[in-house]
């Protein structure tokens, strides 16, 4: 069996064309990983909102939040905390959706200190109040890679 070489245009062409891109840069490779575990801490695994969003993302990547911090906005143009505020407000219109919680249920489960001021931001990042969400939800729903 011979193997051929395969030059890094052809890899580039391969992933392109299959959904995926080839990241060089060190930084956006750390921006990618870090909202993969943004979305994996708020939306696959039960959020614990006594763990801060900090503190697991220092854990997750062994360095400073200041500095995790800096590289996303850096690259995104947007925080990382507005990222994970769009991402739990994303939950939040899941968890409404599916109807088994009550808001006050919602607000303590994904860490907010009362309905109030989870009403308040959900009013201020979607743009529409609870109770008009409820109204028409698939309406006011995002893909998570429409944040940016």
């Known amino acids: 069996m011979t193997l051929k070489k395969v030059n890094g245009q052809k890899i580039r062409e391969v992933l392109h064309n299959n959904g995926f891109q080839w990241i060089v840069d060190n930084d956006k490779k750390l921006v990618e990983d870090i909202k993969r575990a943004v979305v ?5 695994t039960t959020y614990n ?3 801060r969003n ?6 997750k990547f062994g360095k400073t939040y200041q500095y995790l911090s800096s590289v996303f906005s850096d690259k995104e143009g947007i925080t990382l905390e507005k990222y994970i ?11 409404i ?3 088994e919680l009550t808001l006050s249920e919602i607000a303590f489960m994904m860490g907010y200190s009362s309905v109030q001021y989870l009403s308040t931001q959900f009013k201020n990042i979607a ?11 698939v309406r006011y729903r995002k893909s998570i890679d429409k944040f940016l």
Do not use: C, W
């Open 40 to 44: 994996d801490m708020v939306h696959y």
């Open 49 to 51: 909102a006594m763990i």
């Open 54 to 59: 900090s503190d697991y993302l220092i854990g």
């Open 85 to 95: 505020i769009f991402n739990r407000i994303e939950k939040v219109k899941s968890l």
């Open 97 to 99: 959706q599916e109807g």
């Open 127 to 137: 743009g529409v109040s609870v109770t008009d969400f409820k109204k028409d939800p």
